[in-house]
């Protein structure tokens, strides 16, 4: 016996970014099918109204995620994503907007609450502002925190680092000392190469030394004599440089140790029989 469900295993994307365009009207900036979903970019100002019109009227009921992205090069170098789910439908789609590091994102904690955390993940990793939210406050970090650690201009190794000091009894923050500096990004494909000489490699761009002359005459072995072979050769190999070690003496037989004869010694005499008195018998 089957069991036929009214949700497809897989949703078709047929006409459904059409229909959010449509529905969104002026304030869709873009959009595109990629890689199987949806993304539809609106304008910043417009993405409260964005999301309450998918979720009241086609059924995007659940906010999944809020994700940041950096561009340095742009003017406008972030973007928010927000990725929402429709469970009756099985289906996904994605919303963008573009902000700086000034331009405040309308917050989406009046739609859906759960944004509050995810907005303070973005805030705290990008330092995108949502205007709205009233617990903006870093999420992952700590709150003395400096900089924005997913920033592309960010350094890997921060800027500050912390320790227990047993001084103080507690935990102090101080600046990071490097040997070298780690702080300069080409954002360069490491496929195409440096455009610059790396270190250690400036020997490599020196011209390469000149090969040695050829020699003027070849030494060859055309002869036994050139190389020392011959009878005489062989003859002072055979002879024997010392003569062989004498051979160890047969060892002379052990005389026995001389002692003393028992025949000449004098034999004890016999142990006189004792006998005993009957009692009672006079002395």
Not at 83 to 111: D, F, G
Not at 124 to 148: C, M
Not at 178 to 194: T, Y
């Amino acid at each position: 016996m089957s069991f036929v469900h009214s949700a497809p295993k897989y949703a078709s994307n047929e006409g459904v970014c059409e229909a959010l365009v449509a529905a969104l009207g002026d304030i869709v900036v873009a959009s595109k099918e990629e890689h199987g979903e949806i993304v539809i970019t609106v304008v910043r100002d417009g993405i409260a109204d964005a999301l309450r019109l998918l979720r009241d009227q086609h059924d995007y009921q659940q906010l999944m995620e809020i994700a940041g992205v950096d561009y340095p090069g742009r003017a406008e170098r972030f973007e928010v994503v927000y990725m929402l789910l429709s469970v009756t439908k099985n289906h996904r789609v994605m919303l963008k907007v573009t902000a700086s590091e000034s331009t405040p994102v309308p917050t989406a904690t009046t739609i859906w609450p759960n944004a509050g955390w995810l907005e303070r993940e973005v805030f705290d990793l990008y330092g995108v502002l949502f205007a709205g939210n009233t617990d903006l406050r870093r999420i992952l970090t700590d709150y003395g925190f400096e900089g924005h650690p997913f920033r592309k201009d960010f350094p890997l190794t921060g800027y500050t680092e912390l320790r227990y000091s047993e001084e103080e009894k507690r935990v102090v923050y101080e600046p990071v000392k490097l040997a070298q500096d780690l702080r300069q990004f080409d954002f360069m494909s490491p496929w195409e190469g440096a455009d610059y000489v790396l270190p250690g490699d400036e020997k490599a761009a020196a011209a390469p030394p000149p090969p040695p002359p050829p020699a003027s005459t070849p030494k060859t072995t055309d002869t036994p004599a050139d190389t020392g072979a011959g009878a005489k050769t062989d003859a002072k190999a055979s002879k024997k440089v010392s003569a062989e070690a004498p051979a160890k003496k047969e060892a002379a037989p052990r005389k026995p140790r001389a002692t003393k004869a028992k025949a000449d010694a004098k034999p004890k005499a016999p142990a006189k029989p004792r006998t005993r008195k009957p009692k009672g018998d006079p002395a």
